[in-house]
């Protein structure tokens, strides 16, 4: 048992910084901060981090414009009625959300104490770090290749 719980906690310490990265970027997600919408421009670094999340590329998207002549254009639709996107998502979309957002929060929280437990619980402390390094480093590096 002593070994099963070692190998659960150095596979903890190496996984636990793209855990950490991907609660937070999802978490970003949830409420569309990645995209622009309205008035809202996303800053580079959060558009590039989602773009992580979803398609392993930390790079911008290009933006998509409308053409000139689309721009002022108005959609034929039936006067009165609500149009879809103005009416936002329903009441369980909005509750499921906040609580993924709850659910991300947890997973960070619940993450990052299990990496203290196992930094500072370790018999071999220095195996510790150096696999908080390495899995650390490996996505960082491989995600600019």
Not at 66 to 78: I, L
């Amino acid at each position: 048992m002593q070994s099963i719980r070692t190998w659960h906690t150095y596979i903890g310490i190496l996984i636990a910084p793209s855990v950490l990265f991907f609660a937070l970027t999802g978490a970003l997600q949830l409420f569309s901060l990645h995209e622009a919408h309205d008035s809202y421009t996303p800053p580079a670094l959060v558009e590039k981090l989602a773009s992580l999340h979803k398609d392993q590329v930390f790079a911008l998207k290009e933006r998509e414009h409308e053409p000139e002549s689309a721009a002022g254009a108005q959609p034929q639709d039936h006067p009165g009625e609500p149009k879809e996107e103005d009416a936002g998502p329903s009441l369980g979309t909005r509750l499921l959300k906040w609580f993924f957002l709850i659910v991300a929060a947890g997973l960070i929280a619940s993450t990052s104490l299990g990496l203290w437990m196992g930094l500072t619980h370790l018999r071999h402390k220095g195996v510790g770090w150096w696999l908080l390094l390495v899995g650390t480093i490996i996505p960082v590096a491989l995600s600019f290749f």
